[in-house]
């Protein structure tokens, strides 16, 4: 099984600043990886898929990169509504397995 | 509009059964992958069992054999059978559209409780 390691655990700013997340995969997966913010009550939703395509809708604020077994997810300016739990998953091998998450919370 | 609707959870006590219903709608469940995806506390998001267009099924292995996903296809509707439930497999459960690479549609979830 693939392990996700995300880092930080937490990561406090404020709005307009710029968000670096990170997702480390314990063995190469490629680019098979997504990224999902989820809100309190509510389900988790696409960000990002292939680790760098912006799924449809999401603003151009939010990016991804990497490849093999370090991806990062950067908001490039943070808006009040873009503080909630970040989630990396990988489809590379199955069972498919996400991150333990990224709390972004207000400074 | 595609939307997807769990039903059935509850407070069940260890050994007990629960059957988790998924509602689709703006799409046919025959034609895509469907899976149940778990969230408990502690462990965070955990891919439970998928079913394949073609009526393949797959299961994490801390499930095996005490699960079941199923669909009805009259009813456009996807099921998990949860059997000889254990503390451990409390969490909300979200049944999910894969669409190949990744999720695209989530149910609002569904809360299951292995309490005695």
């Known amino acids: 099984e693939i392990v996700l390691t995300q880092s930080p655990a937490t990561l406090s700013l404020s709005p307009g600043e710029r968000a670096t997340l990170s997702c480390r995969a314990s063995?190469?997966?490629?680019?098979?990886l997504a990224w999902y913010q989820q809100k309190p009550g509510q389900a988790p939703g696409l960000l990002i898929y292939?680790?760098?395509n912006r799924a449809t809708g999401i603003p151009a604020r939010f990016s991804g990169s990497g490849s093999g077994t370090d991806f990062t997810l950067t908001i490039s300016s943070l808006e009040p509504e873009d503080f909630a739990v970040y989630y990396c998953?990988?489809?590379?091998?199955?069972?498919?397995?996400f991150g333990q998450g990224t709390k972004l919370e207000i400074k | 509009e595609v939307q997807l609707v769990e039903s059935g959870g509850g407070l069940v006590q260890p050994g007990g059964s629960l059957r988790l219903s998924c509602a689709a709608s703006?799409?046919?469940?025959?034609?895509?992958?469907m899976s149940w995806v778990r969230q408990a506390a502690e462990r965070g998001l955990e891919w439970v069992s998928i079913i394949y267009s073609g009526g393949d099924t797959y299961y994490l292995d801390s499930v095996k054999g005490r699960f079941t996903i199923s669909r009805d296809n009259s009813r456009n509707t996807v099921y998990l059978q949860m059997n000889s439930l254990r503390a451990e497999d409390t969490a909300v459960y979200y049944c999910a559209r894969w669409e190949s690479r990744f999720y695209d549609c989530w149910g609002q979830g569904t809360l299951v409780t292995v309490s005695s």
């Open positions: 063995q190469s997966i490629g680019s098979s």
């Open positions: 292939d680790a760098s």
């Open positions: 998953l990988q489809r590379n091998s199955w069972p498919q397995t």
């Open positions: 703006g799409f046919t469940v025959s034609s895509t992958y």
